[in-house]
Protein backbone atom coordinates (compact mmCIF):
# COMPACT_ATOMS: atom_id res chain seq x y z
CA UNK A 1 0.00 0.00 0.00
CA UNK A 2 1.57 3.00 -0.90
CA UNK A 3 1.36 6.59 1.28
CA UNK A 4 -0.75 8.43 -0.38
CA UNK A 5 -3.65 5.78 -1.35
CA UNK A 6 -3.38 5.16 2.54
CA UNK A 7 -4.01 9.12 3.41
CA UNK A 8 -6.62 9.53 0.80
CA UNK A 9 -8.57 6.71 1.63
CA UNK A 10 -7.86 5.12 5.50
CA UNK A 11 -7.44 8.34 7.81
CA UNK A 12 -11.25 9.81 6.43
CA UNK A 13 -12.57 6.40 8.08
CA UNK A 14 -10.18 6.21 11.27
CA UNK A 15 -11.03 9.86 11.68
CA UNK A 16 -14.83 8.84 12.33
CA UNK A 17 -13.52 6.46 15.22
CA UNK A 18 -12.34 9.30 17.36
CA UNK A 19 -15.40 11.25 17.78
CA UNK A 20 -16.03 7.73 20.25
CA UNK A 21 -19.63 7.34 18.23
CA UNK A 22 -18.07 3.82 17.46
CA UNK A 23 -17.02 0.97 16.92
CA UNK A 24 -17.30 0.07 13.11
CA UNK A 25 -14.79 -3.09 12.58
CA UNK A 26 -11.91 -2.19 11.07
CA UNK A 27 -10.97 -4.30 8.18
CA UNK A 28 -9.34 -7.80 8.35
CA UNK A 29 -5.75 -7.82 7.92
CA UNK A 30 -2.76 -10.77 6.94
CA UNK A 31 0.16 -10.22 9.67
CA UNK A 32 2.08 -8.61 6.57
CA UNK A 33 -0.52 -6.26 5.71
CA UNK A 34 -1.13 -5.62 9.64
CA UNK A 35 2.52 -4.60 10.05
CA UNK A 36 2.68 -2.39 7.27
CA UNK A 37 -0.25 -0.52 8.10
CA UNK A 38 1.70 0.52 11.66
CA UNK A 39 4.88 1.44 10.02
CA UNK A 40 2.47 3.64 8.01
CA UNK A 41 0.73 4.74 11.37
CA UNK A 42 4.21 5.24 12.97
CA UNK A 43 5.44 7.50 9.88
CA UNK A 44 2.58 9.68 9.92
CA UNK A 45 2.85 10.23 13.73
CA UNK A 46 6.48 10.95 13.21
CA UNK A 47 5.02 13.63 10.45
CA UNK A 48 2.72 15.14 12.64
CA UNK A 49 4.85 15.53 15.66
CA UNK A 50 7.68 17.97 13.55
CA UNK A 51 4.75 19.60 12.52
CA UNK A 52 3.24 20.65 15.52
CA UNK A 53 6.66 22.34 16.23
CA UNK A 54 6.57 24.27 13.51
CA UNK A 55 3.11 25.74 13.93
CA UNK A 56 4.47 26.45 17.67
CA UNK A 57 7.42 28.38 16.10
CA UNK A 58 7.62 31.98 17.83
CA UNK A 59 5.08 31.23 20.30
CA UNK A 60 4.93 33.31 23.78
CA UNK A 61 4.14 32.19 26.84
CA UNK A 62 0.78 34.92 26.90
CA UNK A 63 -0.12 33.17 23.57
CA UNK A 64 -0.10 29.97 25.09
CA UNK A 65 -2.86 30.81 27.66
CA UNK A 66 -4.88 32.50 25.23
CA UNK A 67 -8.42 31.57 24.71
CA UNK A 68 -11.11 32.04 21.84
CA UNK A 69 -13.73 32.47 24.24
CA UNK A 70 -13.92 31.35 27.88
CA UNK A 71 -15.18 27.85 27.06
CA UNK A 72 -11.94 27.24 24.67
CA UNK A 73 -8.71 25.18 25.24
CA UNK A 74 -5.76 26.65 25.19
CA UNK A 75 -2.96 25.62 22.87
CA UNK A 76 -1.10 25.21 26.44
CA UNK A 77 -3.92 22.36 27.85
CA UNK A 78 -3.52 20.97 24.16
CA UNK A 79 -0.19 20.27 24.20
CA UNK A 80 -0.45 18.71 27.61
CA UNK A 81 -3.42 16.85 26.54
CA UNK A 82 -1.19 15.35 23.71
CA UNK A 83 1.67 14.57 25.89
CA UNK A 84 -1.11 12.95 28.44
CA UNK A 85 -2.42 11.18 25.53
CA UNK A 86 0.81 10.20 24.75
CA UNK A 87 1.38 8.68 27.61
CA UNK A 88 -1.93 6.69 28.16
CA UNK A 89 -1.06 4.95 24.57
CA UNK A 90 2.23 3.79 25.54
CA UNK A 91 0.45 2.48 28.65
CA UNK A 92 -2.57 0.82 26.47
CA UNK A 93 0.54 -1.04 24.18
CA UNK A 94 1.80 -2.20 27.51
CA UNK A 95 -1.17 -2.58 29.56
CA UNK A 96 -0.55 -1.28 32.30
CA UNK A 97 -0.50 2.47 33.81
CA UNK A 98 -3.26 5.18 33.10
CA UNK A 99 -4.39 2.59 30.83
CA UNK A 100 -5.58 0.85 33.62
CA UNK A 101 -7.66 3.63 35.12
CA UNK A 102 -11.49 3.98 33.99
CA UNK A 103 -12.58 7.58 34.50
CA UNK A 104 -9.70 9.76 34.32
CA UNK A 105 -8.82 12.50 36.68
CA UNK A 106 -7.16 14.85 34.03
CA UNK A 107 -6.44 14.47 30.53
CA UNK A 108 -3.12 17.39 30.40
CA UNK A 109 -0.13 17.45 31.55
CA UNK A 110 1.09 20.98 32.41
CA UNK A 111 4.22 22.33 33.54
CA UNK A 112 6.11 25.90 33.74
CA UNK A 113 6.83 26.68 29.95
CA UNK A 114 6.85 25.11 26.76
CA UNK A 115 10.58 23.91 26.60
CA UNK A 116 9.43 21.52 29.79
CA UNK A 117 6.17 20.65 27.82
CA UNK A 118 8.10 19.61 25.16
CA UNK A 119 10.98 17.53 27.16
CA UNK A 120 8.20 15.32 28.58
CA UNK A 121 6.14 15.30 25.08
CA UNK A 122 9.15 14.61 23.17
CA UNK A 123 9.89 11.88 25.44
CA UNK A 124 6.34 9.70 25.54
CA UNK A 125 6.60 9.87 21.57
CA UNK A 126 9.50 8.58 21.18
CA UNK A 127 8.79 6.03 23.70
CA UNK A 128 5.40 5.38 21.71
CA UNK A 129 7.37 4.81 18.69
CA UNK A 130 9.47 2.17 19.90
CA UNK A 131 6.44 0.16 21.47
CA UNK A 132 4.67 0.44 18.16
CA UNK A 133 7.52 -0.27 16.04
CA UNK A 134 8.77 -3.64 18.21
CA UNK A 135 4.89 -4.76 18.25
CA UNK A 136 3.96 -7.99 16.62
CA UNK A 137 0.52 -8.91 14.23
CA UNK A 138 -0.59 -11.00 17.76
CA UNK A 139 -0.01 -7.68 19.93
CA UNK A 140 -1.99 -5.57 17.72
CA UNK A 141 -5.47 -7.63 17.26
CA UNK A 142 -5.20 -8.14 21.23
CA UNK A 143 -8.14 -6.85 22.50
CA UNK A 144 -8.74 -3.30 24.33
CA UNK A 145 -10.41 -0.81 25.65
CA UNK A 146 -10.53 2.74 24.90
CA UNK A 147 -11.04 5.33 27.25
CA UNK A 148 -14.02 5.99 29.07
CA UNK A 149 -17.37 7.96 27.70
CA UNK A 150 -19.66 10.01 29.62
CA UNK A 151 -22.05 9.41 27.14
CA UNK A 152 -22.25 5.43 27.53
CA UNK A 153 -20.65 5.53 30.94
CA UNK A 154 -18.42 2.83 29.51
CA UNK A 155 -15.00 1.92 27.37
CA UNK A 156 -15.25 0.72 24.48
CA UNK A 157 -14.14 -2.50 23.43
CA UNK A 158 -11.83 -2.42 20.77
CA UNK A 159 -8.76 -4.15 19.68
CA UNK A 160 -4.97 -2.53 20.29
CA UNK A 161 -5.00 -1.46 16.11
CA UNK A 162 -7.62 0.73 16.88
CA UNK A 163 -5.99 2.33 19.41
CA UNK A 164 -2.62 3.04 17.32
CA UNK A 165 -5.36 4.51 14.74
CA UNK A 166 -6.94 6.55 16.72
CA UNK A 167 -3.68 7.95 18.09
CA UNK A 168 -2.52 8.88 14.88
CA UNK A 169 -6.52 10.96 13.62
CA UNK A 170 -5.74 12.50 16.85
CA UNK A 171 -2.84 14.22 16.23
CA UNK A 172 -4.25 16.10 12.84
CA UNK A 173 -6.87 16.73 14.81
CA UNK A 174 -5.36 19.40 17.33
CA UNK A 175 -2.01 20.25 14.97
CA UNK A 176 -5.13 21.87 13.21
CA UNK A 177 -6.96 22.97 16.22
CA UNK A 178 -3.64 25.12 17.59
CA UNK A 179 -3.18 26.14 13.82
CA UNK A 180 -6.49 27.60 13.85
CA UNK A 181 -6.53 29.23 17.30
CA UNK A 182 -2.73 30.96 16.77
CA UNK A 183 -4.84 32.82 13.30
CA UNK A 184 -6.94 34.76 15.16
CA UNK A 185 -4.17 35.42 17.64
CA UNK A 186 -1.78 37.06 15.16
CA UNK A 187 -4.77 38.72 13.81
CA UNK A 188 -6.17 40.30 17.17
CA UNK A 189 -2.73 41.29 18.41
CA UNK A 190 -0.68 42.00 14.94
CA UNK A 191 2.00 39.38 15.22
CA UNK A 192 3.46 37.60 12.54
CA UNK A 193 1.81 35.09 11.10
CA UNK A 194 4.32 34.12 8.69
CA UNK A 195 6.48 32.47 11.35
CA UNK A 196 4.27 29.71 12.15
CA UNK A 197 1.98 29.87 8.28
CA UNK A 198 3.10 31.16 5.23
CA UNK A 199 -0.73 31.48 3.96
Known sequence: MRRKEFLLGAIPAFAGLSSLGFISKL?????????????????????????????????????????????????????GHLTWFEEWACDAIEDTGLYLINEQPTTSFQAGNLEEMKTKFTEGHEKYDLLAKNLTAEQIRRPSQYLYNDHDKKRADVDLRTILAIHCTHYYGHLYQIRMIR??????????????DKW
Open 27 to 79: PDQNDEELLAHVNLLRELNNDSFGWIWSILKGISEEEMDWKINEEANTIRWII
Open 183 to 196: GPYSRINETDKSEF
